[in-house]
């Protein structure tokens, strides 16, 4: 009850939610400066058992994650390529595309200060080049980059219509942007809006509502494991209902179909 008031909430205002997440992410790069928690997202388990990329030992603690970014990044030959990560958050993601798929020149785009100066550390030695920036004001200039990744980050926007107008801004003629988030049923029909109005054409789109929900399905346990040892107990039920725990309201929601995720394609003509 408790989580759906607080986001029955951050609807009144989109600058307020967009205040409200900043603060969190805030607070969470800066208290909890653990270096093995680099990934923050729902993850993907594909549902074809024989779909498992490859992955370096020391990056199968984070599969499940990894396999999100796996998926939005592969649709694209990013290879010697001008690549951001709007969002980047705690940096893992976008080192992930830097190592496996060899850009010519990776960036993370964060508004949260403490976070960038978190990647800056553990990322000291990464040839991603980690920017604090606003999604809705890029410091980019104007076509400057072939491909613009989004990993579940646009549902904390103020305004995400001016972020698509960003991207379309930033993007080289014949660039992409490739995004996934998700979204209740009736705020994604004002998301397939903004897309459509985006300036961008829309090569595919995905539902991988299911492959998210099998990723929080098979990674629960040790999710709380992890969120055990970080944060102890005092911080179990807003963790749980952040982190899609089984038993949360984003859970119940993809479960029951009131929650959507997809994964859309864009192309700049």
């Given amino acids: 009850m408790a989580a759906r008031i607080f986001v029955s909430i951050l609807k009144i205002s989109p600058k307020f939610k967009k205040a409200v997440w900043k603060r969190i992410y805030q607070f969470l790069a800066s208290k909890y400066q653990t270096e093995d928690w680099t990934f923050m997202n729902y993850g993907f388990q594909s549902l074809n058992k024989s779909e498992r990329i490859e992955l370096k030992k020391e990056d199968e603690t ?29 940096g893992g993601g976008a080192d992930y595309v830097d190592r496996y798929f060899q850009p010519s020149k990776m960036f993370g785009v964060d508004y949260s200060r403490n976070a960038i100066e978190f990647c800056n550390k553990v990322f000291k030695d990464s040839k991603v080049e980690y920017k604090l920036g ?3 004001n890029l410091p980019f200039e104007n076509e400057s980059l072939d491909v613009v990744i989004n990993v579940e980050s646009s549902h904390c926007y103020a305004n995400v219509s ?14 992409y942007f490739s995004f996934a988030d998700f979204r209740d049923k009736e705020p994604f029909e004002d998301l397939k809006k903004d897309l459509a109005n985006s300036g961008l054409e829309i090569v595919k789109s995905t539902n991988i509502s299911k492959e998210v929900l099998r990723a929080l399905d098979d990674f629960n346990e040790e999710k709380m494991k992890r969120f055990g040892k970080m944060f102890g107990s005092w911080l179990k039920k807003p ?29 700049k003509n």
């Fill in 162 to 175: 001016a972020f698509f107008a960003e991207v379309n801004r930033v993007l080289k003629s014949g660039g």
């Fill in 62 to 90: 984070n599969r499940f994650f990894i396999q999100l970014y796996n998926y939005v990044a592969s649709k694209v030959d990013l290879k010697n390529k001008r690549i951001l990560e709007v969002g980047s958050g705690r």
């Fill in 134 to 136: 606003d999604a809705e």
């Fill in 239 to 267: 963790l749980s209902e952040f982190a899609g725990m089984k038993g949360s309201s984003i859970y119940e929601d993809l479960s029951n179909g009131n929650t959507l995720y997809y994964y859309y394609l864009l192309r």
